[in-house]
Antibody, heavy 123, light 108 residues
Framework: EVQLVESGGGLVQPGGSLRLSCAAS????????MTWVRQAPGKGLEWVAN????????YYVDSVKGRFTISRDNAKNSLYLQMNSLRVEDTAVYYC????????????????WGQGTLVTVSS | DIQMTQSPSSVSASVGDRVTITCRAS??????LGWYQQKPGKAPKLLIY???SLVSGVSSRFSGSGSGTDFTLTINSLQPEDFATYHC??????????FGGGTKVEIK
């Protein structure tokens, strides 16, 4: 069974930093693109960042470019999101997500989700 | 970047009704569209991918259609467990993905 478990959320002041982690199990983590998606309170979903299987490609939504860094450790089956210069508008539940990968391609839809971790940016 | 616009933002319906939700892309995305269901406090669940393909195990009450810029999610014979928020997602490229604003289906 695929499991994604996020951790690292909490309360942080504007301008502060936080590092989120996502522990993966039940699938061959190193073969999958991984993604962070967030959801502000009462709002819709927002794609935040993607990382390729070997970490060679990373993509970000414009609003976090230069502030957030996505990374992964395939030996530890773990995904990370380093968040710096946090703003009030970054307050959200952050989900780790992934789509099914066959031997030849990976889905860009998200079949697998974690339970989310809440990040609150407030003074 | 591709913007996704869902309408309506909320809809009130009764058990047994048919509900239609639309999603419009700011530019053509072929059939690169998915639909998710989300219940309060839970992660989203993928229902439909490639605009009209039903995920295995998802009820046939759900159907999707459309291509290019205009897409539709239809829920036939609404059941109590279908009251939730529905999100569309364009999935054309890993370089930039995006979601619609969501549609809440509420009990009338």
């Amino acid at each position: 069974e695929v499991q994604l478990v996020e951790s690292g959320g909490g309360l942080v002041q504007p301008g502060g930093s936080l590092r989120l982690s996502c522990a993966a199990s039940g699938f061959t983590f190193s073969r999958y693109w991984m993604t962070w998606v967030r959801q502000a309170p009462g709002k819709g979903l927002e794609w935040v960042a993607n990382i390729k299987q070997d970490g060679s490609e990373k993509y970000y939504v414009d609003s976090v470019k230069g502030r957030f860094t996505i990374s992964r450790d395939n030996a530890k089956n773990s995904l990370y999101l380093q968040m710096n210069s946090l703003r009030v508008e970054d307050t959200a539940v952050y989900y780790c997500a992934s789509g099914y990968c066959s031997s030849t391609s990976c889905s860009r839809y998200f079949d697998y989700w974690g339970q989310g971790t809440l990040v609150t940016v407030s003074s | 970047d591709i913007q996704m616009t869902q309408s309506p933002s909320s809809v009130s319906a009764s058990v047994g009704d048919r509900v239609t939700i639309t999603c419009r892309a700011s530019q053509g995305i072929s059939s690169c569209l998915g639909w998710y269901q989300q219940k309060p406090g839970k992660a989203p669940k993928l229902l439909i991918y490639a605009a009209s393909s039903l995920v295995s195990g998802v009820s046939s009450r759900f159907s999707g259609s459309g291509s290019g810029t205009d897409f539709t999610l239809t829920i036939n014979s609404l059941q109590p467990e279908d009251f939730a928020t529905y999100h569309c997602q364009q999935a054309c490229s890993f370089t930039s993905l995006s979601f619609g604003g969501g549609t809440k289906v509420e009990i009338k």
